[in-house]
C-alpha cells in the first residue's frame, strides 16, 4: 500500500493539521516508509489465530453507578482561553 | 390503511427506518464519575475525564452495560455476551475527546422485534437491526454572542443507547406509533426516561421512496435531530412528497443528510461538508472488550417488569377488555397500575370505562399526568362501589367525579356534604307518581292513548321534585306500572 500525496492531504485536513502542499510529497514517502516497516508483520502466517487484545489475561474493569466526580468547574475551565458564565466559548460554529 | 402517495404515474409507497438516541437513566456517566441530572449549572457536572484532559482514561458504568441489556431484552433482542467500544473520530466543539466512543462492528444488543397496536385493534412488527452504546457530546448554544458559541459539557459523556430500526416502516403514523411503544417499553423497564422536549431521547429518520410493487430500496435520504413525534412524522410526510416529485420529475434523490426545519414543516440539505465525514473507526485502546456471562443476562431477564405487550394480552384475557382499551390503559405503567387498583375486587369493564373515558378527558383538560391526579385510585374505586349500590345514579355519579378532581375529596364526603343520596326507597317514588298521576290526568291520557313521549314529562317531573335524586331505573319501571294501569 503506497500513499499519494492526495491522501496525506486528506489525512492532514481529517487530523485538523496544517500540511504546506510543498510538503505533502515528503510526507508521503515518509509515511510510506513507516508503513512499509509495517507490512513486514504480514509476512507472518496468522491463519487460525485469533485477535488478540490485550497480552495479559484481563477482562474490562468496570465501576459502580455512583457520582464521584465532577463538580469542580473552575478546574475544568482553567485553561480555556475566554470562559464565560461557566461555558467555554469557541469561535462561531453554526450550520 | 397503507400510506400511499399518489405520483403523475402511479402511486408510491415510503420506507422508513429509524435511529433513536435514548438517555440511559443512571447517576453517573457511561466512563466517568460525574453526575447526570438534566439541568444543572454549565460544566459544573464535568470531569477532567469528560474534558478529555491528558492522561485520563474512561472506566465503564456496570449499571450503563446493565441498562443496555435490559433494553435490549425488552425488545426481545439478542444479547451479544461479546462486545467492542470503538473510537468515532470527528471534530466538533462540543467533543472534546476528538472522537465518540461507540460501538460499531460489534453492538451490545442484535436483532430484535417491536409489535405496534394498529388504531384498528390488529398488530405489526417492526424489526430491530441492533441497539448499542456511546456516549452523548455537549450542548452548543449559539445565541448567547454574535461571533461565538458557547459550549456546557455537562451532556458530555452520557451513557446513550442507539437502537436502529430496520426499514420496515411504511407510514408517518407507523413511525409515531413506533416511538410511543419504545418509549412505553424504556420506561416500563426504567432504562430511558423518553422526554423528547428535554433531548433525553432523540431520533433521526431515513426515508426513501419507491414504486408500488418494486421490491429494491432506492436511495434514501436521512434526517437528523428530530426532537418530537410531531415533527419525525411531519418531516416524513414532507420529505416522502419532496423524492416523489423527484422522481417523477426525473431528478436524483442524492444519499445525504437533511435537516428539518419546525416552523415551515420542510428539510433541507445540510452544508456540503459531507466529504469531511470519514469516522475511522477503530477499537479503542483505552478499553477491553465488554464481556458477559450469560448468568449476569439471566438476572437481569428474571428481574424484568411485566411489559407493555404481555400486561395487554393478559388485560383482554383476565378482564375481557378490548384490545384498543387495554392498549390504551397499558400505554403506561402507571396508567395501569392505576387501573388494576379501580379495577380490583369490581367489574373491569366499568372500572376502565370511568378511567378512560372521565378520568383521562378530565387530566387532559388540565394538562396533568396520572401521577397528579387529584382523584386516586381508591377514591376512584369508591366512586364506583357508590353506583353499584344503588346510592349514585350514573348522572349524580358525574357530578360527584367533578367535585372530586376539584377538591381531592373521598366521594363519600361529597355525596353527605352534598345531600346526593339517590332515592331508591320505592315507597317514596310511589307517592310522588301517585301525585302525579292524580294532578294531571291529561298527560295521562295522551300516555294511555299511545303516546309514548309523555312518559319524559313525568320523569323530568318526578326529578325536579327530587332535585334529580330519584333513582331513574326506578322512576321508569313505576311510571310505566302505574300508567298501564
Known sequence: MALDSNTVKKIAFLARIKVPDSDLGGLANELNNIIGWVEQLGEVNTEGVEPMTSVAEMSLYKRADEVTDGAYPERVLANAPEPEKGFYTVPKVVE | ?485
Not at chain 2, 80 to 98: C, H, I, T, W
Not at chain 2, 260 to 282: I, L, N, Q, V
Not at chain 2, 458 to 468: L, R, Y
Request: net charge negative; proline share 4%; hydrophobic share 40%.
Open chain 2, 1 to 485: 390503511m397503507t400510506y400511499l402517495i399518489q405520483g403523475d404515474r402511479g402511486d408510491w409507497e415510503v420506507v422508513i427506518g429509524l435511529e433513536i438516541h435514548g438517555q440511559v437513566v443512571s447517576k453517573a456517566k457511561l466512563f466517568s464519575g460525574a453526575a447526570t441530572a438534566f439541568g444543572a449549572d454549565p460544566n459544573c457536572q464535568v470531569s477532567l475525564v469528560d474534558a478529555a484532559m491528558p492522561g485520563m482514561l474512561p472506566v465503564i458504568n456496570e449499571h450503563c452495560v446493565e441498562q443496555a441489556v435490559r433494553t435490549g431484552l425488552g425488545l426481545k433482542a439478542e444479547i451479544n455476551l461479546f462486545s467492542v467500544f470503538e473510537r468515532k473520530n470527528y471534530f466538533y466543539a462540543d467533543l472534546p475527546q476528538g472522537y465518540q466512543i461507540s460501538q460499531y462492528q460489534h453492538p451490545i444488543v442484535g436483532e430484535g422485534t417491536v409489535v405496534l397496536d394498529m388504531p384498528d385493534g390488529s398488530t405489526r412488527e417492526i424489526g430491530i437491526e441492533r441497539l448499542h452504546m456511546e456516549q452523548d457530546a455537549g450542548k452548543s448554544l449559539h445565541d448567547q454572542d454574535p461571533r461565538r458559541s458557547f459550549i456546557d459539557l455537562n451532556r458530555t459523556g452520557v451513557c446513550l443507547m442507539e437502537i436502529v430500526t430496520k426499514p420496515d416502516i411504511r407510514s408517518p403514523e407507523e413511525a409515531g406509533l413506533f416511538l410511543r411503544k419504545l418509549r412505553s417499553i424504556m420506561r416500563y423497564l426504567g432504562t430511558c426516561d423518553g422526554n423528547m422536549e428535554e433531548g433525553s431521547m432523540r431520533c433521526d429518520i431515513n426515508v426513501s421512496v419507491r414504486s408500488v410493487g418494486e421490491t429494491e430500496l432506492r436511495t434514501r435520504a436521512e434526517v437528523k435531530n428530530l426532537n418530537s413525534v410531531r415533527f419525525v412524522m411531519q418531516a416524513i410526510e414532507y420529505e416522502a412528497s419532496r423524492q416523489v416529485e423527484a422522481h417523477d420529475a426525473g431528478e436524483e434523490v442524492v444519499q445525504e443528510t437533511r435537516l428539518f426545519d419546525s416552523a415551515r414543516g420542510t428539510t433541507r440539505p445540510m452544508r456540503a461538508k459531507e466529504f469531511a465525514h470519514d469516522y475511522r473507526y477503530f477499537p479503542d485502546p483505552d478499553l477491553l472488550p465488554l464481556q458477559l456471562d450469560q448468568a449476569f443476562v439471566d438476572r437481569i431477564k428474571a428481574a424484568l417488569p411485566e411489559l407493555p405487550d404481555d400486561k395487554k394480552a393478559r388485560f383482554i384475557r383476565e378482564f375481557g377488555l378490548s384490545p384498543y382499551d387495554a392498549g390504551v390503559l397499558v400505554a403506561s405503567r402507571r396508567v395501569a397500575e392505576y387501573f388494576e387498583a379501580v379495577a380490583e375486587g369490581r367489574d373491569p369493564k366499568t372500572a376502565a370505562n370511568w378511567v378512560i373515558t372521565n378520568l383521562f378527558g378530565a387530566l387532559n383538560a388540565k394538562g396533568l399526568d396520572i401521577s397528579e391526579s387529584p382523584v386516586s385510585a381508591a377514591a376512584l374505586g369508591k366512586l364506583i362501589d357508590l353506583i353499584g349500590k344503588g346510592t349514585l345514579s350514573g348522572r349524580m355519579a358525574k357530578e360527584v367525579f367533578d367535585a372530586m378532581l376539584e377538591s381531592g375529596q373521598d366521594p363519600e364526603a361529597i355525596v353527605a356534604e352534598r345531600g346526593l343520596e339517590q332515592i331508591s326507597d320505592s315507597g317514596a317514588i310511589e307517592g310522588i307518581v301517585d301525585g302525579l298521576i292524580a294532578d294531571n290526568p291529561t298527560q295521562v291520557e295522551q300516555y294511555r292513548a299511545g303516546n309514548q313521549k309523555v312518559i319524559g314529562w313525568f320523569v323530568g317531573q318526578i326529578m325536579k321534585a327530587t332535585q334529580g335524586k330519584a333513582n331513574p331505573q326506578m322512576v321508569n319501571k313505576l311510571l310505566r306500572e302505574k300508567l298501564g294501569e
